[in-house]
């Protein structure tokens, strides 16, 4: 009979200890999912604010060459569930779904449509990597002279 009560305290001392473990383990992994997070967070709000400093800039420099409209932002293959290889084969220019682009590019695509920006989605090939991907474009004409820019 000890060796029996001794068999179960060493099995219940291995479960709680085995517990622990795995608590502690969660506790690991839930602090550096959440340290990633803020990581992305970070990366996220230093790419949002590049853009919208750099839409002035780029204002005048599509209107000075003439252009009405002009890119702003690259979408990362992150930034959007749309997967630009299924649009049609035409090259069209198309608002997007708001509730389709994620992160940076979802915040720059609100912030250019609460300034009257008209912002747009453009498809477009790149030849060094092979592959379709988005644009954030935005009207150009209205805001040249209006900005300072």
């Known amino acids: 009979m000890a060796t029996d009560n001794h068999f179960l305290d060493a099995i219940k001392r291995a479960t709680r200890e085995g517990q622990q473990v795995a608590r502690q383990a969660q506790q ?4 550096r999912a959440a340290s990633l997070q803020e990581q992305l967070n970070q990366e996220m709000q230093a790419r949002y604010e590049a853009v919208i400093a750099e ?12 252009r009405s409209y002009g890119r702003i932002m690259r979408l990362r293959f992150d930034e959007s569930s749309e997967d630009p290889r299924w649009q049609s084969e035409y090259w069209e220019a198309r ?4 509730n389709k682009l994620k992160h940076a590019a979802m915040r720059v695509f609100i912030y250019c449509h609460e300034h009257g920006l008209k912002p747009y989605l453009v498809r477009d090939y790149d030849y060094d990597i092979g592959c379709f991907f ?11 002279a209006g900005t300072g820019a």
């Open 28 to 31: 690991h992994h839930e602090a």
């Open 55 to 66: 839409i002035p800039r780029c204002i005048k420099s599509h209107f000075c060459q003439g």
């Open 95 to 98: 608002r997007p779904d708001p």
């Open 134 to 144: 988005f644009y954030i474009g935005i009207n150009c004409c209205d805001h040249a």
